[in-house]
């Protein structure tokens, strides 16, 4: 929305939220997500053309267009549970719009969502005995946190997706006149709204499974002797595989990858599919398998016992440049650690305070260091599960001096030169690498 209000200074964007608390941080110099260059675009139109508001009522009765970006996290309890979308927020956005209008708009679903919501949002909607009409549009959200910036100043594509009627496409065609205001008309796609519903679960499901895939042939290079990242060199140089989304990694995270997943699963389970289920379900599988099993590495390398030993976590957030920490494997690596009884020192550039919330309840047996010099002092290992760019540029004899001997470095994101780091006489695991 603040690209939009940038782009776009004849529209006035409104930001309503039911957390006040979250409102109020857009209001201040604190923003409550941190993602580079954000902070100065929203400077740049914070009070001309974007507000951040708390009355919802209000900014729903007076606006033409809704973005509807709430959560759609995976459902905890009845009937899809730990699968399935909860779309209550959904249901209770689109009974908020109903309420609060005294006019037709245009609805449009920028959270991710199961394919055919729209559906049930337009029967909500348009069940009312106020005479009003609303045309709901798909306009799934493909930045990812980190270059959410980049990502949207020159997008691969806009998708936006609507009823094949003459107020479908005119509702389609208005979303799209706001994009085409920086983004070229041939990238900006239209189609029906099912296809563009589906088509971001496809994206995610598409993107992690190439994760996984190239992950879980780094185990067979471990015991292989061949290099993953050389044979991830080797094949993306192939057009037709390309190279992005095959970097080995502890594996992948973040609050989209599994959540949707899990949603294209439940959906192929409901539409009576449980093959194709169970193949993008084995996805998700390889990806904790991964993260799992890299502990199982770094313990064996520390004589299998790990018991009251300082082991310091480098990177909290589920990748670089983000404080978004949502299925971070480092959480997943520090719950292991501690089933161990191990010590973990958690030190991240962003992510602390997100570190601190999701490990509340084990904040005794865990220590967070700002400072990664410190978090390394004493350790026997360091366990690297984000990539930030400065880990590789630490002091890594300074690091190696200050550490329990033998000194352990475990590279989950293939960053660091390992022979570098051999040579001032760490033992050094990297992953794929035998
Ligand atoms: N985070 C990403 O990178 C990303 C990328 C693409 C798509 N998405 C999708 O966008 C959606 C939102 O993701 P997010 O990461 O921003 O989630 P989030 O949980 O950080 O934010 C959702 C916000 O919606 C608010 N909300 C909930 N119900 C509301 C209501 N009835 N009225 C007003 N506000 C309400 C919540 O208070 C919260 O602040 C999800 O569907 C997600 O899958 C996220």
Same mark, same amino acid.
């Given at each position: 929305?603040?690209?939009?209000?940038?782009?776009?200074?004849?529209?006035?964007?409104?930001?309503?939220?039911?957390?006040?608390?979250?409102?109020?941080?857009?209001?201040?110099?604190?923003?409550?997500?941190?993602?580079?260059?954000?902070?100065?675009?929203?400077?740049?139109?914070?009070?001309?053309?974007?507000?951040?508001?708390?009355?919802?009522?209000?900014?729903? =009765?007076?606006?033409?267009?809704?973005?509807?970006?709430?959560?759609?996290?995976?459902?905890?309890?009845?009937?899809?549970?730990?699968?399935?979308?909860?779309?209550?927020?959904?249901?209770?956005?689109?009974?908020?719009?109903?309420?609060?209008?005294?006019?037709? #708009?245009?609805?449009?679903?920028?959270?991710?969502?199961?394919?055919?919501?729209?559906?049930?949002?337009?029967?909500?909607?348009?069940?009312?005995?106020?005479?009003?009409?609303?045309?709901?549009?798909?306009?799934?959200?493909?930045?990812?946190?980190?270059?959410?910036?980049?990502?949207?100043?020159?997008?691969?594509?806009?998708?936006?997706?609507?009823?094949?009627?003459?107020?479908?496409?005119? +509702?389609?065609?208005?979303?799209? =006149?706001?994009?085409?205001?920086?983004?070229?008309?041939?990238?900006?796609?239209?189609?029906?709204?099912?296809?563009?519903?589906?088509?971001?679960?496809?994206?995610?499901?598409?993107?992690?499974?190439?994760?996984?895939?190239?992950?879980?042939?780094? +185990?067979?290079?471990?015991?292989? /002797?061949?290099?993953?990242?050389?044979?991830?060199?080797?094949?993306? #140089?192939?057009?037709?595989?390309?190279?992005?989304?095959?970097?080995?990694?502890?594996?992948? /995270?973040?609050?989209?990858?599994?959540?949707?997943?899990?949603?294209?699963?439940?959906?192929?389970?409901?539409?009576? &599919?449980?093959?194709?289920?169970?193949?993008? %379900?084995?996805?998700?599988?390889?990806?904790?398998?991964?993260?799992?099993?890299?502990?199982?590495?770094?313990?064996?390398?520390?004589?299998?016992?790990?018991?009251?030993?300082?082991?310091?976590?480098?990177?909290?957030?589920?990748?670089?440049?983000?404080?978004?920490?949502?299925?971070?494997?480092?959480?997943?690596?520090?719950?292991?650690?501690?089933?161990?009884?191990?010590?973990?020192?958690?030190?991240?550039?962003? +992510?602390?305070?997100?570190?601190?919330?999701?490990?509340?309840?084990?904040?005794?047996?865990?220590?967070?260091?700002?400072?990664?010099?410190?978090?390394?002092?004493?350790?026997? +290992?360091?366990?690297?599960?984000?990539?930030?760019?400065?880990?590789?540029?630490?002091?890594?004899?300074?690091?190696?001096?200050?550490?329990? =001997?033998?000194? &352990?470095?475990?590279?989950?994101?293939?960053? &660091?030169? /390992? %022979? #570098?780091?051999?040579?001032?006489?760490?033992?050094?695991?990297?992953?794929? #690498?035998?």
């Amino acid at each position: 929305m603040a690209m939009i209000a940038k782009k776009c200074p004849q529209y006035q964007v409104k930001i309503v939220d039911i957390n006040v608390a979250r409102i109020n941080a857009w209001n201040s110099d604190n923003l409550p997500i941190y993602e580079p260059g954000l902070k100065e675009i929203v400077e740049s139109v914070k009070g001309k053309n974007l507000f951040f508001e708390t009355d919802i009522e209000t900014n729903i =009765k007076e606006a033409d267009i809704i973005f509807v970006s709430v959560n759609t996290p995976t459902k905890t309890f009845g009937f899809g549970a730990g699968k399935a979308s909860d779309l209550q927020y959904i249901e209770k956005t689109a009974r908020s719009i109903l309420a609060a209008s005294n006019s037709g #708009k245009i609805v449009v679903e920028k959270s991710t969502l199961p394919v055919r919501t729209a559906e049930s949002m337009e029967r909500i909607l348009n069940s009312n005995n106020k005479g009003l009409h609303f045309d709901v549009v798909s306009n799934p959200e493909f930045l990812a946190e980190g270059s959410a910036i980049a990502d949207l100043e020159n997008p691969d594509r806009v998708l936006i997706g609507g009823h094949q009627t003459e107020e479908g496409l005119a +509702a389609v065609e208005e979303i799209a =006149k706001i994009y085409a205001n920086w983004v070229p008309r041939e990238k900006i796609i239209t189609t029906n709204l099912w296809s563009s519903e589906l088509s971001k679960l496809t994206a995610n499901a598409f993107l992690a499974q190439r994760i996984s895939s190239i992950n879980s042939l780094s +185990a067979l290079c471990e015991k292989t /002797g061949a290099n993953i990242d050389e044979i991830a060199n080797a094949i993306g #140089k192939d057009t037709r595989i390309g190279a992005k989304f095959l970097k080995a990694s502890i594996g992948f /995270g973040g609050s989209c990858f599994k959540k949707d997943i899990l949603n294209l699963v439940y959906l192929c389970e409901h539409y009576g &599919l449980p093959e194709v289920a169970a193949y993008w %379900e084995s996805i998700i599988k390889i990806n904790e398998w991964q993260t799992t099993r890299s502990v199982k590495r770094v313990l064996r390398s520390l004589f299998n016992t790990i018991t009251g030993k300082k082991i310091a976590v480098f990177g909290f957030a589920f990748k670089a440049d983000t404080n978004d920490t949502r299925e971070s494997p480092a959480h997943l690596v520090v719950r292991e650690l501690l089933e161990e009884r191990a010590i973990p020192i958690i030190t991240d550039y962003k +992510a602390l305070p997100d570190a601190k919330r999701d490990l509340s309840d084990v904040l005794d047996k865990v220590q967070l260091i700002e400072e990664p010099y410190e978090a390394a002092k004493n350790a026997h +290992a360091i366990l690297l599960c984000t990539e930030w760019q400065q880990y590789a540029a630490l002091d890594w004899q300074r690091i190696y001096d200050s550490m329990s =001997k033998p000194a &352990l470095v475990f590279d989950g994101r293939n960053i &660091l030169d /390992g %022979e #570098k780091l051999k040579k001032i006489g760490f033992d050094f695991i990297g992953i794929g #690498k035998a």
